[in-house]
């Protein structure tokens, strides 16, 4: 699976951004899709995670109520609509596919990703 992320940018707190993670390759819905962070000298970081079918969503409790993942199959694309930013989500994110759903908040456990897309949240 290839996977590509955009829709990161420059945003002031309290607005909202979309990121898409778009797939190619391997049958993207036989996948579990996850949204992990990094930002500058931190650890890379679970934010978000969904099933194949997109009715379970795993959320990190940091973006909890703020953040919305989604998926579309037909279209090969995985959504992480952001709202209500703050500076502290400041981060690179990438998205990732992994079939393994008991370690689903477990980096390691990811076996694709994609190149990731920068998020700046200014205060």
């Known amino acids: 699976v290839q996977l590509q992320a955009s829709g990161g940018g420059l945003v002031q707190a309290g607005n909202s951004l979309r990121l898409s993670c778009a797939a190619s390759g391997r049958t993207f819905s036989n996948y579990y899709m996850g949204w992990f962070r990094q930002a500058p000298g931190k650890e890379r970081e679970f934010v978000a995670a969904?099933?194949?079918?997109?009715?379970?969503?795993y959320y990190a409790d940091s973006v909890k109520g703020r953040f919305t993942l989604s998926r579309d199959n037909a279209k090969n694309t995985v959504y992480l609509q952001m709202d209500s930013l703050k500076p502290e989500d400041t981060a690179v994110y990438y998205c990732?596919?992994?079939?393994?759903?008991?370690?689903?908040?477990?980096?390691?456990?990811?076996?694709?990703w994609g190149q990731g897309t920068l998020v700046t949240v200014s205060s």
């Open positions: 969904i099933n194949w079918s997109g009715s379970s969503r």
């Open positions: 990732a596919a992994t079939n393994n759903l008991s370690k689903i908040r477990n980096a390691m456990e990811y076996l694709y």
